[in-house]
């Protein structure tokens, strides 16, 4: 019989890592190793999630997280910390040889995943690493990067408005809009990522139409494009109510990075929920 993939979630009690260490123990393929590194503001040491006991460690406790483990190592680590400690936890993976899924945004820190992904290269270190993982909000940032890419300029001479709204526990703006701004410059629109409006109020909630029941979890957002003149006006918009669009995306990164392991397909590989969607076939 296989042996089951053994998953290291940081993040706990955070909503996502919940979630996520939820779905890996009831899965019949996934091992959840009952450890975890969370941030210095917690201070329960230990959570219990459906009947499981898991203990935490601070970030400065990394040392004692290899402690407990006793040399079994996990197959993969899910992050979902805070973008400060994105860094720190990156160099423990590589020094480990950990291979993880990164499912936290890089917030204010400008430069950061192209730090982790030149460092994979030279030490053979694979990643799923990506700020939105709801596969159909991917799909749609895919076909924006092919505009991009293939029509250059097409909306020059136009400006750009970016509104997203998420619940007001989430402080840094959307990972998903920052990584489309690229995408927007190519096609011709000026816009930097201080421009984005972000809406985190109940009051703005209201005035962006979130229904009530999905304030507390909901990630809306809507790119407005309209030529100078007033004579062309475009709009793409991705509304995710909840967390279970994002959890069946980890979920399947989970399972693709495992594979990709498994086949030895891939050395210092930075992978996209695009490169997930297109591999999904492997499992």
């Known amino acids: 019989m296989k042996r089951k993939t053994r998953v290291l979630v940081n993040g706990l009690p955070g909503k996502m890592a919940w979630q996520i260490a939820l779905e890996i123990i009831n899965s019949d393929d996934l091992e959840l190793i009952p450890f975890g590194l969370t941030g210095p503001e917690i201070t ?18 990394r040392a004692k997280l290899i402690e407990v483990l006793h040399g079994k190592q996990p197959d993969i680590v899910v992050d979902f910390t805070a973008p400060v400690a994105v860094k720190d936890n990156f160099d423990f993976y590589l020094e480990n040889h950990w291979p993880f899924v990164l499912g936290t945004t890089f917030g204010e820190f400008d430069g950061l995943d192209d730090y982790i ?21 991917v799909a ?24 997203e709204s998420h619940q007001g526990t989430k402080k840094d703006p959307s990972g998903t809009a920052i990584s489309l701004i690229k995408f927007f410059n190519k096609l ?33 957002h809507t ?3 309209e030529k100078q003149d007033g004579s062309v006006f475009l709009e793409f918009k ?18 693709f990075l495992a ?7 891939a050395f210092g590989e930075a992978f996209s929920m695009v ?5 999904t076939s492997l499992f």
């Open 275 to 279: 490169d997930v969607l297109r591999g």
């Open 238 to 255: 991705h509304n995710v109510n909840g967390g279970q669009a994002y959890i069946s995306g980890v979920m399947d990164a989970i399972r």
């Open 140 to 163: 749609m940032m895919a076909m924006i990067e092919y505009a991009a890419t293939n029509f250059p300029d097409a909306f020059k001479g136009c400006s750009l408005k970016i509104v």
């Open 44 to 61: 329960i040491k230990s959570i219990v999630c459906d009947g499981m006991t898991i203990k935490l460690f601070h970030f400065s406790e």
């Open 223 to 225: 790119y407005s494009i």
């Open 188 to 220: 011709g629109l000026p816009f930097v990522k201080e421009e984005i409006k972000k809406m985190r109020t109940e009051e703005e909630h209201d005035i962006f139409g979130v229904p009530v029941d999905h304030r507390g979890r909901h990630g809306w």
């Open 259 to 265: 594979k990709v392991e498994e086949v030895g397909g």
């Open 117 to 137: 992904k030149r460092l994979m290269k030279g030490n053979s270190l694979n990643a799923v690493i990506a700020s939105n993982m709801a596969k159909e909000v």
